[in-house]
């Protein structure tokens, strides 16, 4: 019986043309079993799975021996995902015995050691000819194998070219790199497993002539002893290495030092690709732009860069330098473009490349989100963030300010703690353009004193809008008159929009351009008022349960016809 099967259909009929057998299997995509068609002269089986990869055991158990045809047909699928890490004994065993004989390529394998299998590692090994699957690509997961079976296995792989191995192992940290240097004709290599060292990496390239891939997914840069690991060569004549080696994938668990990334990628000027991510784990700062860049000019073939970098930190006053060096005109040439963003309430900076230049504030975005009750020595003036998000978890405002962001156009609160006091210190008002209000309740006092201060905010965000809270928003006749009608040209609210206040709130916000509801019972004479007083509203969103039920855009701009989609 196959299990799993959505598509299934056999013809027993002959070829048009007796004289001639045909064979053919199609498979979309080719890692995947979207598809396959199992057609011949006496039958055609159609097996589709969606998106997964076809199960073997099925496979096996509903086809094969049926005819000869078939079984052709069956030992000649291009790929074949085995995964004996849950399964049973006398699975286990019919995957040995009949399954895996009976097949060409394995595309993925995974063998597990848990107390909760048969220790099937050393049974695999003394029961199947590895030494077949050598000559496609393979991707290898052993869960609690010990050094010795990862060595027995590698061995027999020596002539494989494709290999993924994922190694879990809770107890022991390989001692040594002499698993992976058996395979001289090894091209394309993805390293999942207890981390490596820098020496360990240089090994690799070193060992593996062929070298066109590689992606290590973990390298410690300490010792055993926990001190910083730093590279050398004994050889200075080594100028390159793994000459063929054009794609590299790294991602460092720890600090690497500046020094190390020097000699390390002053012999690799080859590379067309490279992916970095970089954890850093103590309070130093982060290798900056100006650094990045002597180490990339080595790099003169490099077309494609990837690059993300993440520092737990307290230390804020590097920040503007920071982002300032790598917006210079080495990576704007380059287009390569980076972002930044910490997160005081997790201590977390993080930085990363994107596609494409940010011209939002026509300059380089960083943003900050700070959480007020922390309590941190270091003064500084971060003057590169242009949005500054501020959660207030405690009943008082800090008495003491650590760093002032003059440069902030928008200003996000998750508090309901006045913070006015607060803010006079750390921001300037008058750059303000965008206030965005995260909390449940909000008090109307504080709006009217803000914008007195803030006279250039022109979009307003109201998250979690009840009616009694519009309401009360509305009826601050100072704030309404004063403010909200001369400057609010962009609004998005949760909602509290009703027959009794549509009026008023189209009164007061006569000046929309741009108006969004996230949540409203859509009544037509609510959606009628709004337009017909409103008369510069060229952009109006309705929204209800998550589903579009009105949008109108680029009407009013010739004849005032309404463009709808409901």
Known sequence: MVTGVTKLLCINERAPDRSVHTTAILETPVLYSSSYLISGSS????VGKGRQYLNPHDLFKSFFNLNSYINLIIQSVSYYAIDLSKVRKTTFDYYCQTIIPNIRNV???????????????????????????????????????????????LSKLTNVTKFKLQWYQSDKTPKSMSHYLTLQYLQYFTLDCVALSISDLVLI??????????NVMKIRCFTEEGKPETLLFNDDSILTLAPTLSILKIRFISTVQLETLRLLFQRLPQLRQLSLHMEIHDQHPPIDGYQWKEIFTYLSNLKHLGFYMTSWTTDYSYFESLVTS?????????KWYFTFDYSEEKQLLQMYKIPLKIYKYDELLCSMHINTTNSNSVKSVCTTVKHLSILHSSHSYPTTVRRTYPNVKSLTLKTNVSLLTYLNQ??????????????EQYSTVFFLNLFRKASNITSLTLTNTTDSQLNELLNNKPLCDKYLCK?????????????DNVERFSNVFKILERLQIKHLYYEPIIVTTLLENMKQLTNLTINNKDRRILETKGFRKNDNRLDERV
């Not at 750390?426 to 909390?439: A, F, K, M």
């Open 205 to 214: 390239f070193l060992s593996l002539p062929k070298l066109v891939y590689l």
């Open 426 to 439: 750390i921001i300037v008002y008058s750059n303000l353009t965008h206030l965005d209000i995260r909390h």
């Open 43 to 46: 039958g055609t089986v159609v």
């Open 487 to 499: 400057m609010i040209k962009n609004l998005e609210l949760t909602g509290g929009i009703t027959r």
């Open 326 to 334: 790598f917006n210079i005109d080495f990576y704007l040439e380059r």
């Open 107 to 153: 595309l993925s394998l995974t063998l597990s050691n848990e107390p909760q299998t048969c220790r099937e590692i050393d049974l695999f090994i003394n029961n199947v000819h590895i030494e077949k699957f050598s000559h496609t690509c393979i991707s290898l997961s052993l869960i609690e194998s010990t050094n010795d079976q990862l060595d027995d296995i």
